[in-house]
């Protein structure tokens, strides 16, 4: 019902290892939770499209389709699940708050507080164009695994071991998924996101590269294919 193609420009290696690392996190709000802002789900996409292949209404019908697909197979494996109540986009450092701490530009997270998934759009749609489709649905499957985290009371002292297993939960959601053929990947797909996360290994003083907190690219590929390859009971979900 759902098939992907996924595109595989020739830059897709480096900026995919900066995107998925970049990319974080459980927020976990500090006040009172209170409710999503006001932010229409990917209405804003900025830009002009730069090619004829990668639209933004692509972006969105893969955003649309990330969640769908994360939604369907966490409703089968989780009792009592009740899907996360909003994806918002936004444009601007501090244009979504999460329990008083605002979200800043060139990354995602999930928000326990007010059970949502905000990503900097701008950011995300550039990453789309140059990766392709996959990112889109890594970056949706591990923010949506923080959701599920939450749903099943599993809190980790540390945030590495929050974050790999956010990568296993996000590779089994999508290994699970090709394997159910509700997602498609290309030949060398995956090949490339596990080039693209090992790449990053080599350059870890990048600025935005915060190896104790969310693991070295080594830990974070092995944690991420481990859950693609051998689905949810390598993720130690209990
Ligand atoms: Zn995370």
Same mark, same amino acid.
């Given at each position: 019902m759902f098939q992907r193609s996924w595109a595989r420009p020739a830059s897709a290696v480096a900026l995919l290892a900066l995107v998925l690392l970049a990319s974080a996190c459980l927020v976990e709000p500090s006040g009172d939770p209170g409710a999503p802002p006001e932010v229409s789900p990917? /209405? $804003?996409? !900025?830009? =002009? +499209? =730069?090619?004829? $292949?990668? /639209?933004i209404d692509e972006f969105q019908r893969d955003v649309q389709g990330a969640v769908e697909v994360a939604e369907a197979y966490w409703e089968e494996r989780v009792e009592g699940f009740r899907p996360i109540r909003r994806v918002i986009a936004y444009q601007r450092d501090g244009e979504v708050e999460c329990g008083g701490q605002p979200l800043t530009r060139n990354n995602a997270a999930y928000c326990s507080g007010g059970d949502f998934i905000a990503y900097d759009v701008n950011w995300a749609v550039s990453a789309f164009r140059q990766i392709g489709d996959a990112f889109v649905f890594y970056l949706l499957g591990h923010e949506y695994a923080h959701g599920i985290q939450v749903r099943l009371g599993i809190q980790y002292r540390f945030t590495i071991q929050q974050e790999l297993q956010a990568d296993c939960m996000a590779g089994a959601y999508m290994g699970d998924s090709v394997r159910a053929k509700a997602l498609r990947l290309d030949d060398g797909d995956i090949d490339e996101l596990q080039q693209g996360l090992l790449a990053v290994g080599d350059d870890p003083? +990048? !600025?935005?590269? =915060?190896s104790g907190a969310h693991g070295t690219a080594e830990q974070r590929a092995d944690s991420f294919f481990s859950g693609y390859q051998k689905s949810l009971d390598t993720c130690s979900l209990g």
């Open positions: 990917g /209405s $804003t996409v !900025p830009g =002009e +499209q =730069e090619d004829g $292949t990668m /639209s003083g +990048q !600025p935005w590269f =915060e």
